[in-house]
DNA sequence: CAGCATCCTTGTCGATACTG
DNA sequence: CAGTATCGACAAGGATGCTG
């Protein structure tokens, strides 16, 4: 409807914040990234995201429903089968966030330089005598 | 110079998950999408992103030098000036952050219109009598 | 101007145990 | 299987005061 819409992510009452301050975030990343595959059990993605615990990716997944990234299906088997999926809205997003982790993966050696190279120019006290 | 890198951002050990943990940061991303466009002083900085406490921009351009995404130019004026500019690798990832900027703010109205339906169905406990 | 050092509050997260 | 509830450890973050 508008081209450029009054929500500016620079101020500080902003609900783009809010927002902002969910996508931004390791695990979003992750279980958005998973999810635009294809359809996942909670388990599943449990086992796939090591490091993740149960309570976070309860978490995670809660907010990402609420927000509308993410639909919840539970099916009446026995025991409980539960699947979360993208949504539509969810979709729009998840490119742009497969490209953090894409960008991670492919620069990580040199973010590492940099770190060895900073760390030779700056010796932090505390650490060697 | 490889294709297809070892790393891998859902194993619980990669380094990989360090680099993410520090781009999928709201701070880095709204950060970034400053100095994306020129270079910023200190206090600039401080200013425009409104919320942000002068320790944790201080500690989010110090990861951002040592990661290589930022540089820091210091000159000998009287008071001291400082002027942060993004690296090259660092212009490499500031588009995919821009990204998220925009989607947010492109997006908070869907975001909070699915927030008000999920609350509307699962009233939760503390709420409303 | 461009920070650093400190205190202290708050939230986040992992571990554990239990439920439908 | 798919969670919820609770506890405790920890770290991120705000506020304040000081320095080159």
Redesign the interface.
Known sequence: MNAS?P??????EC???M???R????W???VL??LSEHPWRFNALLR????LSQKVLSQTLKRL?????VSRTAFATVPVTVEYAITP?GA??AS??G???D??????E??????R???ARQPHPGRAA
């Not at 929500?7 to 500080?12: I, K, L, P, R, S």
């Not at 996508?23 to 390791?26: G, L």
């Not at 796939?48 to 490091?51: A, N, S, V």
Request: proline share 4%.
């Open positions: 819409p929500w500016d992510a620079y101020a500080a609900p783009t914040r927002v902002l301050d996508i931004a975030d390791k979003t990343v992750l990234g998973l796939t995201i090591e490091g429903e609420r927000d509308g990234l809205l729009t997003l742009s966030l490209a953090l982790i960008w991670s993966e492919r620069n990580i040199s973010v590492q330089a940099a770190q190279a900073f760390d």
